[in-house]
């Protein structure tokens, strides 16, 4: 005896609805997809449809969490400033360390977080990754400066360190170590043109004029 089920469309359809229950925390899976995208294609030219079959459900499950690709895409820039918090603050434990070690391992973390994550870290700075403000003034991206900003007072603090605008002196710092993290992601750095070991020796450079002169 012939028996009848559901059309072959409409059970493809509904199997796609019920893929998004499959996952404990969609947002989170998500989010998870579309960072191994980030790095496996060097860049964030998908969409939110080709991050939604990466994932495994349905093309409309993205828009539960995320209204379109720039709100995903600020999400991941966001979670690589709260990485790079947590990763220029363990170079600098523990506390004992002077204000100039400090400084410079946790300079040395910004620049291998940099060239470790280049896509992440080209979005992070990326126009891309939605507002600017919402971005760049969140309490996310403004923690990983806040490391900065700790350094520089911590410096002043000692003596160790020039007593001057610390957002001025944090964003001499920010614009030269972000500078040196672009060069060596594009491979600019060549030993012929900047020497042996360019990265030491401009923060070297960096440090002596925040620092209070020896007499």
Wanted: charge should be neutral.
């Amino acid at each position: 005896m012939q028996t009848f089920g559901k059309p072959a469309a409409h059970r493809h359809v509904n199997e796609a609805l019920e893929r998004p229950y499959h996952h404990g925390n969609l947002r989170q899976a998500l989010i998870d997809t579309a960072s191994e995208m980030l790095h496996d294609d060097k860049g964030w030219q998908f969409t939110l449809r080709e991050v939604a079959r990466r994932a495994g459900v349905s093309h409309a499950a993205p828009y539960k969490h995320f209204p379109d690709k720039a709100s995903l895409l600020s999400e991941l820039a966001q979670r690589g400033f709260e990485q790079l918090e947590a990763e220029t603050r363990a170079a600098i434990s523990p506390r004992q360390r002077s204000a100039r070690k400090a400084f410079m391992a946790a300079a040395q973390a910004y620049v291998e977080f940099g060239t470790r994550n280049p896509s992440l870290y080209r979005l992070m700075f990326s126009a891309e990754a939605g507002d600017a403000a919402t971005t760049h003034l969140g309490a996310r991206a403004m923690s990983a400066l806040g490391v900065v900003i700790e350094l520089l007072q911590r410096g002043q603090a000692s003596g160790e360190f020039k007593q001057r605008s610390v957002q001025g002196q944090a964003a001499a710092c920010w614009s030269m170590v972000h500078g040196i993290v672009v060069l060596s992601i594009e491979g600019m750095l060549h030993p012929r043109k900047v020497g042996e070991d360019p990265v030491r020796a401009a923060l070297e450079t960096l440090l002596e004029g925040l620092e209070v002169p020896v007499p």
